[in-house]
């Protein structure tokens, strides 16, 4: 080798992850005897040699907290980020922050880079899917983490997790409809399986079994481009459909452009109401009728928790659910 080894290439020669290896040069004891020789028998036949000082100023940075997002291209996610970076601001802590764009590989390799540059604590919207390696090294790293908006793993006692009461905005949506005159409901958007999917469905299921009608979910990823694509698809599969509960405010505003397409009025043809309440819900024409969490003080809730934790010990509770509203705009009303 013709350079400096790493501590990627001590993981490479020892078969192990770059935050195993971390964990063996700082003694950790979660290490077990076996792999600690094998990293250490690594590090002497690279010549590897450990920065103890530098390592030092890196764990110092108690200051640091980081904030690990699954989609920052959705409105809704930054509002949150920047509400939660505001507040850490206000109380003199630096924010880092990590897209993952759904990616869980990616998400554990922000978070392990994140815990190796000494953050004091994780406030993670996680990604779905092989999230394992991301809560092992949290766990590893004993580094007090937040679940907030979607539940990945259900320990919550070693993980606390905060949402907005989003079965109860989808049970207010569905009753308004209702009471508006709709008498076939759909649920559009959001993928089969994922918890989020199914807290966001939850209300709307129980107010169409109360009223005895029967309901329809239309799956998709959560975006415009899949709002526009079901416009077209209910007024040539579903023609009976006149309402629609959105999984988000992405998936409804796409609607309205597709709808706008094949010109059918939005609120007379089919009512329509989103879910989050992004700004763009008031300046879209008509306006769009909304579920709001105020995510924006969601955020600062959040970063109050998590300083809390730090600065006194006050643990949060295993789960927090914030109250919600509904926001009726034109698209709802006729």
């Known amino acids: 080798m013709d350079r400096r080894p790493t501590i990627i290439d001590v993981a490479s020669r020892a078969g192990v992850s770059k935050s195993t290896v971390s964990l063996v040069l700082q003694n950790s004891p979660l290490v077990r005897t076996e792999t600690r020789e094998a990293v250490r028998r690594a590090m002497t036949e690279l010549g590897y040699v450990y920065n103890r000082s530098a390592a030092q100023l890196r764990q110092s940075n108690t200051g640091l907290i980081g904030l690990v997002i699954n989609d920052l291209r959705n409105p809704f996610f930054t509002e949150f ?103 076939r409901i759909a649920f559009v958007g959001g993928l089969a399986g994922r918890e989020v999917t199914e807290q966001r469905m939850a209300g709307y299921l129980v ?25 077209l698809r209910l007024a040539s599969e579903h023609p009976d459909i006149d309402a629609v509960l959105c999984f988000n405010d992405l998936v409804a505003l796409g609607i309205l452009s597709g709808c706008a397409e094949i010109g059918r009025s939005v609120g007379r043809d089919l009512k329509v109401v989103g879910f989050d309440d992004i700004e763009d819900c008031a300046q879209v024409w008509p306006g769009l009728s909304s579920v709001r969490c105020d995510i924006a003080e969601f955020g600062r809730g959040v970063a109050e928790t998590v300083l809390g934790w730090l600065e006194t010990g006050t643990r949060p509770l295993a789960e927090t659910v914030t109250p919600v509203t509904l926001k009726i705009r034109a698209s709802s009303q006729g």
Do not use: W
């Open 81 to 183: 980020a920047t509400s939660v970076q505001m507040a850490l601001s206000a109380k003199g802590f630096a924010c880092v922050l990590a897209n993952t764009d759904e990616d869980p590989a990616l998400q554990a390799q922000v978070v392990v880079a994140m815990l190796e540059h000494g953050v004091a604590a994780l406030i993670l919207s996680s990604a779905y899917g092989e999230v394992e390696p991301t809560f092992e090294a949290i766990a590893r790293a004993g580094v007090p983490t937040m679940q907030v908006l979607r539940r990945a793993v259900a320990d919550v006692a070693r993980f606390p997790f905060a949402v907005p009461d989003y079965s109860a905005g989808s049970r207010m949506a569905t009753d308004h409809l209702l009471a508006s005159g709709a008498r």
């Open 207 to 231: 107010a169409l079994a109360k009223a005895g009608i029967a309901p329809l979910h239309l799956p998709g990823r959560p975006g415009r481009a899949f709002g526009r694509e079901v416009a």
